[in-house]
């Protein structure tokens, strides 16, 4: 299903039928199609929507950069839109980004809050990145003053060495939202999260680290922290039966 949001058609899917509503927030790259398993066992007591984000799955990407509070305000939009007003949310790395922004920053409210592997807190930078980040830089200038006659080829190479694969694989107007996000720290949100929060985070996640999930535990005051050992970022799908029976755990008690 698709509703119309400003400049966005946002795709979104329903599933069961409860009384209480879970929305799902995927990680960045991720569609609904992820979640399918996880939304079999809830859907059936609860009532799960999830959506497609700008440039993921069903939704095509606006003209314009977004910011982490566009894609969050387009979430609080969706919600008033179809009249969720309390639910439980679900967030995966980039989805946790949005419910840390909704809940802290612009202070909604919600009844629980579950955050998988979630991303917000912004790395420390390193020797190794600040030598990295600065020849990126001087090679990035070097393109643009030598008489190359196809400059954007060397840039799409510049970018391959040096960028993530996420921002790698984008569309050129994209990159600029996703440094948008990637540049934004959340840490100050998380003491104005009110709502009672479940982490659950692989052991061995090395794109959003334990040390933030651990962060995010002692920053968030009614929180939990539940780790999965030889688990890595996408624990929700390593250890799938695990983490469904926590979060039924968790929303039933």
């Known amino acids: 299903m698709y509703l119309k949001l400003n400049d966005i058609n946002l795709y979104y899917e329903k599933f069961g039928g ?17 979640f399918y398993p996880m939304i079999r066992v809830l859907e059936k007591e609860y009532t799960v929507y999830i959506v497609d984000y700008p440039g993921f799955g069903n939704t095509e990407f606006p003209t314009r ?9 387009l979430i609080i939009d969706f919600l008033n839109e179809l009249q969720i007003w309390h639910p439980i949310l679900i967030g995966h790395s980039f989805g946790g980004r949005i419910v840390i922004t909704m809940c802290g920053y612009y202070q909604k409210k919600v009844p629980k809050i579950i955050l998988m592997d ?7 930078k390193t020797f190794g990145s600040w030598i990295k980040k600065w020849t ?7 393109v643009k003053i030598l008489p190359f006659s196809d400059k954007s080829k060397h840039y799409n190479r510049l970018i391959q060495l040096f960028g ?13 939202t996703f440094r948008n996000i990637v540049n934004e720290d959340l840490t ?9 929060t479940l982490l659950i985070w692989g052991q061995q996640d090395i794109d959003t680290p334990l040390k933030d999930g651990i962060k995010m535990n002692k920053e968030i005051k009614d929180s939990g922290l539940v ?11 390593e250890k799938a039966y695990l983490v469904n029976e926590i979060i039924l755990e ?3 008690s």
Do not use: C
């Open 18 to 34: 409860g009384k209480e509503t879970i929305v799902i927030l995927p990680g960045w790259g991720e569609t609904r199609k992820t």
């Open 65 to 73: 950069s977004l910011t982490i509070y566009d894609y969050t305000n």
């Open 118 to 124: 979630s991303a917000g807190i912004k790395p420390r």
């Open 136 to 142: 990126y830089k001087f090679l990035k200038k070097m």
């Open 164 to 176: 993530s694969k996420d921002y790698a694989i984008l569309k050129p107007n994209e990159r600029e």
């Open 188 to 196: 100050l949100y998380l003491k104005q999260i009110r709502s009672e």
């Open 227 to 237: 780790i999965l050992e030889k688990a890595t970022h996408f624990s929700y799908l």
């Open 250 to 252: 968790f929303l039933k």
